[in-house]
């Protein structure tokens, strides 16, 4: 199912319902030039990715490392940015429905090491030298990651037992941590025992094979957090940043008693490099899951769009069933178009 976003002055346009869902009022493009594009004087702009910045306060600087730390694409087809990009904000103009042009640049970009806060908007992602960057998987156009509750439920039939924690693990973490709450610092709350990375959550980045599970299966990868926060860590809606002192970044609504619940930092210490990459790990995963801009709709709808507006540019009558999913959004906005290059070629064949 697709849904629209209503933008301000730049008009609006087409998001998944994974993004409509997060809100997200800061919205990136990543940039191509295609000699075959309709327009060869404007670049093409895909959705790259954004955030909700009233959930997720951003300084440009720590946007920036985060975009590099991770590409914050998703953990299927990695591909790190290999060199210094900037942020520009950009006006779109919508060609055909589903594919965007750059109508202007607007300003200069955004300083790298800037600590402003950054505003609600459209960006485009810009080499250091100003020309438009692409990085396709930036896009992230196929492949929406899930949280590590949800993977869990799709995968542990298949390989069922792979994210229990082994008794001999269990009883090395209760005496290292004493029921001290990693996160909060507390021992006078319930706790659990959790993974930062659960074993079956590697199944995307590091294969298939079970022994690649046992990799995970480390006393370092185990803390002891309060029975309130396991499932807003399994849901992946709080996360830790590292690099940032180990600040506790809020990815999605939490309830009132959790918020209260949480310090501004880790109040434990990271004692290994271990521990700090089963945390970054965590993080990198989080950040697949609220940056990446998705996809509106369907494949099958958006190459049926495509075709459908090719034979009416063409003179031609398309065949176009009027299938259930014409009925959504997606459908809609293709249907508007169509009717209105209908109306352009019908006023051009009078004129002749």
Same mark, same amino acid.
């Given at each position: 199912?697709?849904?629209?976003?209503?933008?301000?002055?730049?008009?609006?346009?087409?998001?998944?319902?994974?993004?409509?869902?997060?809100?997200?009022?800061?919205?990136?493009?990543?940039?191509?030039?295609?000699?075959?594009?309709?327009?060869?004087?404007?670049?093409?702009?895909?959705?790259?990715?954004?955030?909700?910045?009233?959930?997720?306060? %951003?300084?440009?600087?720590?946007?920036?490392?985060?975009?590099?730390?991770?590409?914050?694409?998703?953990?299927?087809?990695?591909?790190?940015?290999?060199?210094?990009?900037?942020?520009?904000?950009?006006?779109?103009?919508?060609?055909?429905?589903?594919?965007?042009?750059? &109508?202007?640049?607007?300003?200069?970009?955004?300083?790298?090491?800037?600590?402003?806060?950054?505003?609600?908007?459209?960006?485009?992602?810009?080499?250091?030298?100003?020309?438009?960057?692409?990085?396709?998987?930036?896009?992230?156009?196929?492949?929406?990651?899930?949280?590590?509750?949800?993977?869990?439920?799709?995968?542990?039939?298949?390989?069922?037992? &792979?994210?229990?924690?082994?008794?001999?693990?269990?009883?090395?973490?209760?005496?290292?941590?004493?029921?001290?709450?990693?996160?909060?610092?507390?021992?006078?709350?319930?706790?659990?025992?959790?993974?930062?990375?659960?074993?079956?959550?590697?199944?995307?980045?590091?294969?298939?094979?079970?022994?690649?599970?046992?990799?995970?299966?480390?006393?370092?990868?185990?803390?002891?957090?309060?029975?309130?926060?396991?499932?807003? %860590?399994?849901?992946?809606?709080?996360?830790?940043?590292?690099?940032?002192?180990?600040?506790?970044?809020?990815?999605?609504?939490?309830?009132?008693?959790?918020?209260? %619940?949480?310090?501004?930092?880790?109040?434990?210490?990271?004692?290994?490099?271990?521990?700090?990459?089963?945390?970054?790990?965590?993080?990198?995963?989080?950040?697949?899951?609220?940056?990446?801009?998705?996809?509106?709709?369907?494949?099958?709808?958006?190459?049926?769009?495509?075709?459908?507006?090719?034979?009416?540019?063409?003179?031609?009558?398309?065949?176009?069933?009027?299938?259930?999913?014409?009925?959504?959004? %997606?459908?809609?906005?293709?249907?508007?178009?169509?009717?209105?290059?209908?109306?352009?070629?019908?006023?051009?064949?009078?004129?002749?």
């Amino acid at each position: 199912m697709s849904l629209k976003f209503d933008m301000d002055a730049t008009g609006s346009f087409l998001v998944s319902k994974r993004v409509a869902q997060q809100g997200r009022n800061m919205h990136v493009f990543s940039i191509m030039i295609k000699p075959d594009y309709p327009r060869r004087d404007k670049p093409q702009a895909i959705l790259a990715g954004g955030f909700n910045l009233n959930q997720i306060p %951003l300084t440009a600087a720590t946007f920036y490392r985060w975009l590099e730390f991770s590409g914050c694409s998703s953990p299927v087809s990695r591909e790190p940015i290999k060199e210094k990009v900037v942020l520009r904000r950009i006006s779109l103009e919508t060609i055909e429905t589903v594919p965007f042009m750059v &109508q202007g640049v607007e300003g200069p970009p955004i300083a790298r090491d800037s600590s402003d806060p950054l505003e609600p908007g459209t960006y485009g992602i810009f080499s250091m030298d100003g020309e438009p960057y692409s990085l396709q998987t930036l896009g992230c156009a196929e492949y929406e990651a899930e949280s590590f509750r949800d993977e869990e439920t799709v995968l542990s039939n298949k390989y069922p037992g &792979q994210n229990d924690i082994p008794a001999d693990l269990s009883t090395r973490v209760q005496s290292r941590d004493q029921r001290r709450c990693c996160i909060t610092g507390r021992t006078d709350l319930p706790t659990e025992i959790v993974w930062i990375y659960p074993p079956l959550s590697s199944y995307f980045v590091d294969g298939t094979n079970p022994v690649n599970f046992d990799q995970y299966k480390h006393v370092d990868n185990l803390v002891t957090v309060c029975t309130a926060l396991v499932d807003p %860590l399994q849901r992946n809606l709080i996360s830790v940043d590292v690099e940032d002192n180990a600040r506790i970044i809020i990815f999605d609504k939490i309830t009132d008693d959790i918020s209260r %619940l949480l310090p501004t930092n880790l109040q434990t210490p990271l004692p290994t490099t271990t521990v700090q990459d089963f945390w970054r790990r965590n993080f990198d995963r989080t950040l697949s899951l609220y940056f990446p801009g998705g996809q509106a709709g369907p494949p099958d709808v958006i190459q049926h769009a495509t075709k459908c507006l090719e034979q009416l540019r063409g003179g031609a009558t398309p065949r176009t069933p009027f299938r259930r999913h014409w009925r959504a959004l %997606l459908g809609q906005e293709v249907m508007q178009e169509v009717i209105r290059v209908h109306k352009e070629q019908t006023v051009l064949s009078r004129r002749t």
